[in-house]
């Protein structure tokens, strides 16, 4: 073997080998980005949160900038321009996650209007989805068919109507020329289907939230975590890093083997 190929690996060994009765294996850690990346995602409400994402015990070189996930209560949380979404599921092999608006949690009356926007050089609609659009402050001056009939929003102590349609049907247009403030909500296109059907109502479409895709590759990681090393990133030089056990690798991949052999 090459002499100068594991220092670390071989200090520790020569440590443990020499005081192998009275030293404590913790003078050989792991590199701390290793370890604190290698950590599962502390927060009840989801199993795994790994790469791009990062939050609460996962320090932020475990993941991308615009990747935080907090936990509130035991709820996941993404912040997405300003706007705070649940996290419902994320799933790496298909870089997708499912989130659903907070404030529409069991709720149809937010405080606060605004629509559902993202970050597209982070994230894009996932397909199947619907737009849903929730209409407030309607002055129905003429029956509009096909909407069900008014909910009533008690916002700031007084009490607003609020109807909700699908984007396409042609309830939207009559809502949109009547309806002081509306706000735009996806959904999936099969829970818009069921709502139209009747078979499931405006609080459990909201809450099944919606799909997106993450548009940061995932390969650099794949291939970071096949060999061996836990997925990380360097903000000074804006870099994917391979955080490996012994050291962070420019790489991006820990080897373990000589190169060329
Ligand atoms: C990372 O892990 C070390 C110990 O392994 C710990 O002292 C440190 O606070 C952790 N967190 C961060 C943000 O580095
Ligand atoms: C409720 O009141 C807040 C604070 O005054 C205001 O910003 C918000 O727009 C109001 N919401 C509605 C739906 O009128
Ligand atoms: C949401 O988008 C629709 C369509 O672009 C717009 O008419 C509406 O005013 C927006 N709502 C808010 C709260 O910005
Ligand atoms: C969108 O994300 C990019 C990449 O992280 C960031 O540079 C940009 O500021 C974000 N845009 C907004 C409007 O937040
Ligand atoms: C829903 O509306 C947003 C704009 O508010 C748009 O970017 C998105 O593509 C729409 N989704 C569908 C499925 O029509
Ligand atoms: C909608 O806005 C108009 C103009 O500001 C106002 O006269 C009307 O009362 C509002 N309608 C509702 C239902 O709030
Ligand atoms: C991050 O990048 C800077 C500049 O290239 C480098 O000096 C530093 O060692 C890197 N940090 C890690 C943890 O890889």
């Given at each position: 073997m090459h002499p100068n190929l594991f220092p670390t690996t071989v200090l520790c060994i020569l440590i443990v080998l020499i005081f192998s009765i009275n030293?404590?294996?913790?003078?050989?850690?792991?590199?701390f980005h290793y370890t604190n990346c290698s950590?599962?995602?502390?927060?009840?409400?989801?199993?795994t949160v790994n790469y791009p994402f990062w939050g609460v015990n996962r320090p932020d070189y475990c993941g991308l900038p615009g990747f935080e996930v907090t936990c509130q209560d035991d709820v996941p949380m993404i912040t997405m321009m300003q706007g705070e979404y649940r996290v419902i599921n994320i799933a790496s092999a298909t870089s997708t996650l499912q989130v659903a608006r907070e404030d529409y949690w069991g709720n149809i009356c937010p405080q606060y209007f605004y629509n559902t926007t993202l970050n597209f050089s982070l994230f894009n609609y996932a397909s199947g989805l619907m737009n849903l659009t929730i209409f407030y402050?309607?002055?129905?001056?003429q029956e509009i068919p096909n909407v069900p009939s008014a909910l009533s929003c008690p916002i700031n102590g007084t009490n607003i109507n609020a109807y909700y349609a699908v984007t396409g049907s042609t309830a939207v247009q009559g809502l949109r020329v009547m309806c002081n403030s509306s706000v735009i909500v996806p959904i999936f296109e099969s829970v818009a289907q069921a709502l139209v059907a009747g078979s499931t109502n405006i609080f459990d479409a909201l809450d099944e939230g919606f799909e997106l895709q993450w548009r940061p590759s995932n390969d650099q990681c794949n291939t970071c975590m096949v060999s061996g090393g836990q997925c990380g990133y360097n903000r000074t030089s804006s870099q994917f890093t391979c955080f490996c056990k012994d050291q962070p690798s420019n790489a991006a991949v820990c080897s373990s083997k000589p190169s060329g052999m």
């Open positions: 030293v404590p294996t913790t003078l050989c850690l792991d590199d950590q599962n995602f502390d927060c009840s409400g989801i199993e402050k309607c002055n129905l001056y």
